[in-house]
């Protein structure tokens, strides 16, 4: 604000204070705007408000001179000895002078239904200043408008203060619906308040949007509690939230993660959600939140694989078609055909062959991430949730295939349990659902852009509408002798060659396996201090097969 000093002829606080005087124990406001036209004229040119604003301004100003710490619409009424009605008429007015900053508010413990009535209003002191120094007034700044993430902080301040504030829920609402009307200019709130949402819903969501800023998702007993100061209105939105009946839900802002009991029900914002309530800055946004998900090439252990030549040369051709350049060359050459340009792989065969290992270090070769998805969560107990779930896992691949610098790899490992074999429409709601997820899961595999790997040990479990989706079929077998033999050395490079051909050639065992005899070997070096002769790795061999089994752990493979 910068001012100078003004003429001692045209005195501002002289102004005021005939006006003041003269408006005492007058009762017609609209005779009274009339009748002091050329003072406040003077103060709206002043001020550089208009003459309304001017005329409710010099109330403020007396009264809070008359020893009023705050003044309200009652001071007001009883000092014009007006109707109240006529004082409240002011409301935009009072508004616009807060908005400006010449007026400052508080609310107040009136139990009125009146907005305009909950608070008192003084003036700013750097204006009273002004004015008793007799300075001009050439700036008032007004509050600058708040932006989206400031506006949900501001409604979150709300919530979180309500207790100590001693604030209602009711009177909570309110507040944040005078915090929507000052902040209409943002397309959000112009959009959530046209949304026919109620206020109790809006606030929850807002706070929701300010949770997904500082920790991602929204515990919802601690959020309803916060809100909520009536346990029969907790227990009531407590049970909307769980059982997925609320608004919020039907337009397809927010989703449930983990539900069960209110105790541990979270919910988070929807990519629809996320993009109404970030705009611009949404795919930013959930890039930076879905590449925690992801798998980093450089978080990879590099490993040998052992397979055989068959193997070997169907895996050595992905690696090449998966080096970036390549990748991007056939990509182009594939839609130049009017091809389907995406990469589906399925490996296929039986436990601890290398089938998930193999898409590991595939990944670290061509550097590319892993967006790995959980069956177990794919497959949500609610109904149609699955579907849902399922669809966002390709949306989120897509735009991560936008913001990650190579197209991450998307891993559906033991993917029969959702790629498995149709079942009868008609048997259940169960089978209805799942077979809604293969349609969804079909309809993606035919426009992927990017690179998709399935891992089954039940290839034969997979539906045959699956089969033409994958480009490459690639069997993985127990590895041969000569390849069992290799990953022993491998692994204890300190076994003899004849030892690790005696224990290649008489245990059917997989890579994996394999591995879990390693572990043990070294267990027992770091226990007793010596590395385990090849009688004990003999010994653990036997044992690696349950009893049952025993009779199938030697093989001539």
Request: hydrophobic share 40%.
């Amino acid at each position: 604000m910068e001012s100078t000093a003004i003429a001692s002829s045209v005195n501002i606080l002289h102004t005021l204070n005939t006006l003041g005087k003269r408006l005492k124990a007058k009762k017609n406001i609209d005779k009274l705007l009339v009748q002091f036209d050329p003072e406040l004229q003077m103060i709206s040119d002043y001020m550089n408000i208009s003459q309304r604003e001017a005329f409710f301004f010099s109330n403020i100003f007396w009264l809070s001179c008359d020893e009023h710490a705050g003044v309200d619409v009652s001071d007001i009424s009883r000092y014009l000895q007006c109707d109240v009605i006529d004082v409240l008429s002011f409301q935009p007015e009072a508004e616009l002078l807060t908005r400006k900053k010449i007026l400052n508010k508080k609310r107040n413990r009136s139990s009125s239904g009146m907005k305009m009535m909950k608070y008192d209003f003084s003036v700013n002191p750097v204006v009273i200043d002004a004015i008793l120094n007799n300075d001009v007034i050439t700036e008032i700044k007004a509050v600058e408008p708040m932006d989206i993430y400031q506006f949900v902080g501001a409604v979150s301040d709300l919530i979180e203060n309500r207790q100590s504030d001693d604030l209602l829920t009711i009177e909570l609402f309110e507040m944040v619906e005078e915090i929507e009307m000052e902040n209409q200019h943002l397309t959000m709130v112009n959009h959530v308040m046209k949304s026919k949402l109620a206020i109790d819903d809006r606030t929850l969501w807002y706070e929701m949007c300010d949770d997904l800023i500082h920790s991602g998702k929204s515990d919802v007993e601690c959020t309803i509690k916060d809100i909520y100061d009536r346990v029969y209105h907790r227990l009531q939105k407590s049970r909307e939230l769980v059982t997925k009946k609320n608004k919020l839900f039907d337009l397809g802002w927010i989703e449930m993660t983990e539900a069960g009991f209110v105790s541990d029900a979270v919910i988070v914002l929807t990519d629809k959600g996320r993009e109404l309530f970030l705009g611009e800055d949404a795919e930013m946004f959930l890039a930076k939140g879905k590449n925690r998900k992801l798998i980093s090439p450089d978080t990879i252990v590099e490993k040998l694989l052992f397979f055989d030549e068959h193997l070997d040369r169907q895996i050595s051709f992905l690696r090449e078609s998966m080096r970036e350049g390549m990748f991007v060359n056939l990509q182009s050459r594939l839609e130049s055909k009017g091809l389907p340009k995406g990469m589906s792989v399925i490996f296929y065969g039986g436990p601890g062959t290398g089938k998930t290992e193999s898409v590991y270090q595939l990944a670290l070769q061509s550097g590319r991430s892993i967006l790995h998805v959980d069956i177990s969560q794919s497959k949500s107990m609610w109904f149609g949730e699955s579907e849902k779930r399922i669809k966002e896992i390709f949306t989120n691949y897509k735009a991560l295939c936008k913001s990650e610098a190579l197209k991450p790899i998307l891993l559906f490992n033991e993917a029969d349990a959702i790629f498995g074999k149709r079942k009868d429409g008609n048997a259940s709601n169960v089978a209805q659902t799942e077979n809604a997820i293969q349609n969804i899961i079909l309809e993606e595999m035919e426009k992927l852009d990017g690179i998709l790997i399935a891992t089954t040990n039940l290839n034969e479990n997979l539906d045959a509408a699956f089969e033409r989706r994958f480009l490459f079929k690639v069997k993985f077998e127990k590895p041969s002798v000569e390849a069992k033999q290799k990953i022993w050395q491998s692994k204890l490079d300190w076994l003899s060659e004849p030892d690790a051909k005696h224990l290649a050639a008489n245990y059917s065992f997989s890579g994996g396996e394999i591995d879990n005899i390693v572990r043990k070997a070294i267990m027992d070096e770091v226990l007793n201090g010596e590395r385990p002769e090849m009688g004990q790795l003999i010994v653990y061999c036997d044992a690696e097969r349950f009893a049952t089994r025993a009779g199938s752990n030697k093989l001539g493979f």
